[in-house]
């Protein structure tokens, strides 16, 4: 069993930037496909970005390209999320999520282990 634990969620004003973190145990992380979905009020979960098992290919959604990161430390078996340019419309709970699958912009079906969540608001 995969457990994920996010931190670095917060209150920031638009334009500005916040990072998240989240941190593995219970598997080896190299042998994981980690990513970001978020769900805002009354919206279903979305993708957000994903990472490969190395790190070498990240993907993104159109909403977020050009503003955020996705990396990862394989030896600290911790993946972050760097968000520049912050809009009032990322306002969401993020989550982690982790795979042996690579989890990309068109993963079918969703991935098989989660964190609790971190709240990120952007106030205008």
């Known amino acids: 069993q995969v457990q994920l634990v996010e931190s670095g969620g917060g209150l920031v004003q638009a334009g500005g930037s916040l990072r998240l973190s989240c941190a593995a145990s219970?598997?080896?992380?190299?042998?994981?496909?980690m990513g970001w979905f978020r769900q805002a009020p009354g919206k279903e979960r979305e993708f957000v970005g994903g990472?490969?098992?190395?790190?070498?290919?990240?993907y993104y959604a159109d909403s977020v390209k050009g503003r955020f990161t996705i990396s990862r430390n394989n030896a600290k078996n911790t993946v972050y999320l760097q968000m520049n340019s912050l809009k009032p419309e990322d306002t969401a709970v993020y989550y982690c999520?982790?795979?042996?699958?690579?989890?990309?912009?068109?993963?079918?079906?969703?991935?098989?282990?989660w964190g609790q969540g971190t709240q990120v608001t952007v106030s205008s």
């Open positions: 999520a982790a795979d042996a699958k690579l989890i990309h912009t068109t993963m079918v079906g969703l991935p098989n282990y």
């Open positions: 219970g598997r080896t992380f190299s042998q994981l496909s």
């Open positions: 990472i490969s098992w190395g790190g070498g290919s990240t």
